[in-house]
């Protein structure tokens, strides 16, 4: 158990990300923190897939539940911490492609756990 226990690497909702997926149906919110909870033990997931145009590191994972798309995206880019950048429904009906608004909040995201991990860094220094 002590094993297990020093295996998970801390997981950080950056912005309304927890909100947001709270706000899942059950079985959308249980098979995502399933998920999640593998991420953080330094496993790949089945269901996560690099999101397109954000290189290495940045993963999101896809459920389908209650007849909605459901998505979270989150980053293992920064050693010991896994950031939950984003968790959405999505609605679009133009094909798979996630909407540009989307993308450009899980950037701002990005950046976000970018000086959120930097900051807690020096403090532990």
Do not use: C, W
Not at 15 to 40: K, M, N, Y
Not at 56 to 67: H, P, T, W, Y
């Amino acid at each position: 158990m002590n094993e297990l226990l020093r295996r998970i690497k801390p997981a950080v909702f950056v912005g309304s990300s927890r909100r947001d997926l709270q706000a899942f149906p059950a079985i959308a919110r249980r098979e995502i923190g399933q998920a999640l909870f593998e991420a953080q033990l330094g496993d790949h997931p089945a269901g996560a897939k690099p999101l397109k145009g954000f290189g290495s590191g940045v993963l999101e994972i896809r459920k389908n539940a209650d007849g909605g798309a459901y998505r979270a995206v989150y980053t293992v880019r920064f050693e010991g911490v896994l950031y939950v950048l984003h968790a959405f429904q999505k609605k679009s009906t133009k094909g798979i492609a996630t909407p540009k608004l989307h993308l450009d909040l899980i950037k701002q995201r990005l950046r976000q756990a970018e000086i959120i991990h930097r900051a807690s860094k020096d403090v532990k220094s």
